[in-house]
């Protein structure tokens, strides 16, 4: 079956303006996560969604980051007023609730570039 | 915190076996010891995880020694696409638990 997939996969913008950064989860995976990966780091968790709970928003860096999840579907990450050092590859994540060991299945990424 | 310590790179003969360390002397009793690469420009992949028990899949062995204070990650027999970075993660066994990537260990198998 498909995997989880993200678009787009590179985004190149100008300092200031907003972007948006879609994920599409494994059908059936009820937690969904966003994580962070500036070049040459390992990854830093930014948010966790799972079903209709309040997410954990504990790694979102500033205000300007948000994110929203529709049920147990689609989620965006929106950047606004984007920063030069919001230059990284997110990535989207999800997972089974009943998973025995809660694998998280990784998407592709999408790099994204502020000038 | 990423709560674990490895190296940062290692190199390997393709074909050997590539044994990558990982210590986590603060490890909690519930705590699992996970392991994830990835390789340039993809997302992490799931390679295998364990409590206490040494385990073993189709891609990789993991030794845990008997404190669980570190582990080993075996690849058998590396191929020039096992070059990646490689991260041992530890954590409860909870699927609402977000995972901790340190920097991890850069493998390059060399021909």
């Known amino acids: 079956g498909a995997g989880v997939s993200q678009s787009p996969s590179n985004k190149v913008t100008e300092k200031g303006k907003d972007v948006e950064l879609r994920c599409d989860p494994i059908?059936?995976?009820?937690?969904l996560y966003w994580y962070r990966q500036r070049l040459g780091q390992g990854l830093e968790f930014l948010i966790y969604f799972q079903g209709n709970s309040a997410p954990d928003k504990s790694g979102l860096p500033s205000d300007r980051f948000s994110a929203e999840r529709t049920g147990e579907s689609v989620s965006t990450l929106t950047i606004q007023r984007t920063q030069q050092e919001d230059s990284a590859v997110y990535l989207c994540a999800s997972s089974w609730k009943s998973s025995s060991y809660n694998e998280q299945f990784f998407g592709p990424g999408t790099r994204l570039t502020v000038l | 915190d990423a709560k674990t310590t490895q190296p940062p790179s290692m190199d390997c003969a393709e074909g050997r076996a590539a044994n990558l360390p990982c210590n986590h002397s603060?490890?909690?009793?519930?705590?699992?010891v996970y392991w994830y690469r990835q390789i340039h420009s993809q997302g992490p992949q799931y390679i295998i995880h364990g409590l206490k028990n040494n385990e073993t899949n189709e891609m990789a062995s993991l030794i845990i020694t008997e404190d669980r204070k570190s582990s080993t990650l075996i690849l058998p027999h590396a191929t020039l696409r096992d070059t990646a970075v490689y991260y041992c993660i530890v954590r409860v066994e909870d699927y609402g638990q977000n995972f901790v990537f340190g920097p991890g260990t850069r493998l390059s198998v060399l021909p």
């Open positions: 603060t490890i909690s009793g519930n705590e699992y």
């Open positions: 059908s059936g995976h009820t937690a």
